[in-house]
């Protein structure tokens, strides 16, 4: 790949942009659910500053993670970085990442700053969007790096997860609800096995090269056995839901994506019993669960 325009994309990692514009929509489908008409300004406004906030994040984890992610030899569309960054005429400069990172966080405070101005941005959305910037820039920024103290994946995932939904739904009424909560914890706990799951493919280079994550902490057959808990978790979750007054033809469509979930203990037990692991397929069918849920919770939330 020579095309620096190709590669810059590649370094972006689109592919995980759709989590936080999955998020941003479902939080706002609850608001229009419960009757609120959406003003498409400020949802757009708040679509662009998670988007770049992002961004920022990955520029910034591209950045510092790129001495250990050059020796990774398993790396998928969500592990292992995105390789793009190091010396050579198909790699980009580590100072590309950094200059990406400046450019994303300058624009997201201009944008932000736009939203206060245009009195989108109440005291509750204010202290959410505070707490989505300083949790992405510690996941990789000296000296706190959640990254590299095995937090990291648990913090994204209540990022992803849950703080972006809640600020859609904030950015519409100025308020919170207990449907943006409850859809949420499901979506959470999925998340978290998903983060989980991505860093088993880097486990051998992060444990060699001293990237200290949940995985390398707790050793692989003890995260096998907290991922296979939160999974089923997830799903008791959604049955319970069932219990809590949730609109139920909302609920019923996420079963769908229970299959995913069998599928994926299936594939655990057999790496657990000495399989040869896909890791593609693992890391795939890991973000697809979680993804299936994001968007039939969502898209049944717009369309009721």
Known sequence: MTNPVLKFIKLSRPIFLL???GGLFLGAGVARYLGRTIDWNTFFLGLLWVLLVQLAAHYLNEYFDEP??????????????SGMLGTG??????RVALSGFVVSLTLSMAVILT??????????????????????????????QLART?????????????????????????????????AA???????????????????????????????????WENVMAVQNTLNVLAYATLVA??????????LLPVFLAFPLGVFLWWQMRLIAGGGKPNWKGLTLNAAAQAGVVLYLFTYSFWTR
């Open 89 to 94: 005429p198909e790699k980009l400069s580590r």
């Open 241 to 250: 839901l069932w219990f809590f007054d949730f609109p139920r033809a909302i």
């Open 150 to 182: 095995g937090y990291g994946e648990f913090v994204a995932a209540i990022i992803g997860g849950y703080l972006v939904p809640m600020l859609g739904y904030n950015l519409q009424t100025g308020e919170a609800h207990r449907l943006v909560a409850l």
């Open 68 to 81: 250990v992610d050059r020796h990774v030899e398993n790396r998928t569309a969500f592990s292992g970085g």
């Open 115 to 144: 939203m206060i101005w245009s009195g989108a941005v109440g005291m509750t959305s204010g202290l959410l969007m505070a707490l989505i910037l300083a949790g992405a820039l510690a996941y990789s920024l000296p000296p706190v």
């Open 19 to 21: 989590g936080g514009v």
């Open 185 to 219: 914890l499901p979506l959470t706990l999925l998340l978290v096995v998903f983060f989980l799951l991505v860093s088993f493919p880097d486990y051998a280079t992060d444990l060699k090269y001293g990237k200290r994550n949940f995985l390398v902490r707790a050793g």
